[in-house]
């Protein structure tokens, strides 16, 4: 089951991500939303207007430019996120791109299910599997094998 889930949107798209959470709020009713800077409060005002104060947990995070990417990508290498929805703007190089593609990096690594847009977010979320009690996730020998390499 999908319990944690970080969220994350650049400028230009938070407006979509927002848009996004609000049609599907009661999806969220037994989640921890993890989310960076400015993003997490407008899903925290955009939330509150639409479930009251039945709203799940959101952690505010740092903002993406000033290590919030870097706190999400922290978390999915902790097994601490289950899905990761990152609304990119890709028409402007970000000044932290270094930190986008970290992000990009470790959740295909971990096999974190990974939306950059609304359509992959709606796929994902209505999924079967979203709220699957039988569920696992299953990390790569990769990473296994990685870490008992011999050197």
């Given at each position: 089951?999908?319990?944690?889930?970080?969220?994350?949107?650049?400028?230009?798209?938070?407006?979509?991500?927002?848009?996004?959470?609000?049609?599907?709020?009661?999806?969220?009713?037994?989640?921890?939303?993890?989310?960076?800077?400015?993003?997490?409060?407008?899903?925290?005002?955009?939330?509150?207007?639409?479930?009251?104060?039945?709203?799940?947990?959101?952690?505010?995070?740092?903002?993406?430019?000033?290590?919030?990417?870097?706190?999400?990508?922290?978390?999915?290498?902790?097994?601490?996120v289950d899905m990761l929805v990152f609304f990119c703007d890709n028409l402007i190089m970000q000044g932290h791109q270094n930190d986008v593609m970290s992000l990009v990096r470790l959740a295909s690594l971990y096999n974190v299910p990974f939306a950059t847009n609304r359509s992959t977010a709606d796929?994902?979320?209505?999924?079967?599997?979203?709220?699957?009690?039988?569920?696992?996730?299953?990390?790569?020998?990769?990473?296994?094998?990685?870490?008992?390499?011999?050197?």
């Amino acid at each position: 089951m999908i319990r944690n889930i970080a969220l994350v949107a650049h400028d230009a798209r938070k407006s979509e991500l927002v848009d996004w959470v609000k049609f599907n709020a009661g999806s969220f009713e037994s989640c921890t939303l993890y989310c960076t800077g400015t993003t997490g409060r407008l899903i925290k005002a955009a939330l509150t207007e639409v479930l009251g104060d039945k709203i799940p947990e959101i952690h505010c995070l740092l903002s993406g430019p000033l290590g919030g990417d870097a706190q999400i990508g922290a978390m999915i290498a902790e097994g601490r996120v289950d899905m990761l929805v990152f609304f990119c703007d890709n028409l402007i190089m970000q000044g932290h791109q270094n930190d986008v593609m970290s992000l990009v990096r470790l959740a295909s690594l971990y096999n974190v299910p990974f939306a950059t847009n609304r359509s992959t977010a709606d796929f994902i979320i209505s999924s079967p599997l979203y709220k699957s009690d039988t569920y696992e996730r299953i990390i790569p020998k990769a990473i296994e094998n990685y870490k008992n390499r011999k050197l």
